[in-house]
């Protein structure tokens, strides 16, 4: 089964930095993935998602990502981190045959002003 | 247009009663997902509705709990005699397609579960 890890549990970065979250996924076949941000008492809001069609994905508020098969990774970065940014991310991967979402723990990311 | 919508936002509810959570998708949407919120495990998936197919309830932790999902639209998800383990935010998201898919989930703002 498919299984993603983020690494970081709490992410920490000042106003204007540059905002680095990790996500790496277990299937040797490149699958679909997203990424969701969460603020808090809301749903998941999807950030953007890999199909396969270009290795670099941009998404909305400003955030991008890279997907780089030799290293089953698909990290989230911004170059310059605004204190709206602060939520929970979450990196997730559609599960081959099982058609759900599997989700990483999610990385909580502070700024400070 | 309009989003997930669940219901109710919040509920608390004592051990041992039922309780029932409502989930409309958005129009037009064939797939409806649940999945559950909790600190310890994080986002966990529950059950998957795909147009008139069989549901696959592989993520369902317990016979306590089922599914319904009516006319292809609204989704009700039933817990019965409720544990504390039960408390978390069940969400539930829709898609355009369902299956190994890239369109992505939606999701609505999840209903807050408290068992005393």
């Known amino acids: 089964a498919q299984s993603v890890t983020q690494l970081g549990s709490h992410v920490s970065v000042s106003e204007g930095a540059l905002v680095l979250l990790r996500c790496n996924y277990s299937?040797?076949?490149?699958?679909?993935l997203f990424w969701y941000v969460q603020y808090p008492n809301q749903g998941l809001q999807l950030l953007l998602k890999?199909?396969?069609?270009?290795?670099l994905v941009k998404g909305i508020n400003g955030f991008e990502a890279e997907f780089k098969k030799s290293e089953t990774s698909f990290h989230l970065t911004k170059p310059s981190a605004h204190m709206s940014d602060a939520a929970e991310y979450f990196c997730a991967v559609s599960d081959w045959g099982a058609q759900k979402l599997v989700f990483g723990q999610g990385t909580r990311l502070t700024i400070n002003p | 247009g309009a989003g997930v919508s669940q219901s109710p936002s919040n509920k608390v509810t004592e051990k041992g009663k039922d309780v029932e959570l409502r989930c409309d998708p958005i129009s037009g949407h064939t797939a409806l997902y649940w999945y559950r919120q909790s600190l310890g495990q994080g986002l966990e998936f529950l059950i998957y509705?795909?147009?008139?197919?069989?549901?696959?309830k592989s993520g369902l932790p317990s016979d306590r709990f089922s599914a319904e999902r009516t006319g292809g639209s609204v989704s009700t998800l039933t817990i019965q005699r409720t544990q504390q383990e039960d408390s978390a935010v069940y969400l539930c998201?829709?898609?355009?397609?369902?299956?190994?898919?890239?369109?992505?989930?939606?999701f609505g703002d999840g209903t807050r579960l408290s068992i005393l």
């Open positions: 299937s040797s076949v490149p699958p679909y």
């Open positions: 890999y199909t396969s069609a270009a290795t």
């Open positions: 998201a829709s898609s355009s397609q369902g299956g190994m898919s890239n369109q992505p989930q939606h």
């Open positions: 509705f795909q147009g008139n197919s069989a549901p696959d």
